[in-house]
């Protein structure tokens, strides 16, 4: 499991700050107490084909189980940060090729197509989850229409706007928003998003 806690640091502060980083003790999505700490993992975080990052993730504990702490920019079992992805997923919706997407970003084609298909899977729950996300913050649900991706893409684009007018800047970016939301389970095959359950 995964908790994205936002941040302000990108990849090279955070890997900067090594184990000296500070992360929020979570409360434990099921009993609602504060979690314990329960050590660190390391993973790979690719920033662009030239750069990959080798960071500490935290990890916390509580009701039998163990989560990862991953920072809004690290995406659930997803080498490339989060606004790599969603830039990409964008850029596609909007009718540009995946080919030309990948040579763009010097990655192979076949990853960038992996994301494609993967967000057109989950399009309308993302979809769905984010005009949800609207209103539970005091928006109205957006009118969108065209292709599931494309509408999807518009319901985030669409709650960030809405957590903006809400929250002011300190919500961060578009895509890190957005996989705050659903758990760092952007592209993930969890077909249980966290407002699933609420």
Known sequence: MAIVWPTELDVDMYVAAGREVVVPRP??????????????????????????????????????????????????????????????????????????????????????????????????????GFSRFCVAVGDLAPRLFGRPEAVAVGAVRSAWVAARRRFGDGVGGLWRLANAVVGGHLLSPNMDPPWAAR
């Open 27 to 128: 409360d434990c999505p099921r009993c609602r107490q504060p979690m314990s700490f329960w050590g660190w993992y390391e993973r790979d975080v690719r920033v662009s084909a030239e750069v990959i990052h080798r960071l500490s993730v935290r990890r916390a504990r509580c009701c039998e189980r163990t989560h990862a702490l991953l920072p809004g920019f690290l995406t659930w079992g997803r080498l490339d940060a989060v606004e790599v992805i969603g830039s990409a997923v964008e850029t596609m919706c909007a009718g540009t090729g995946m080919r030309r997407v990948a040579e763009g970003l010097s990655l192979a084609h076949t990853t960038v197509r992996d994301w494609r298909r993967r967000f057109a899977r989950r399009a309308e729950l993302l979809a769905v």
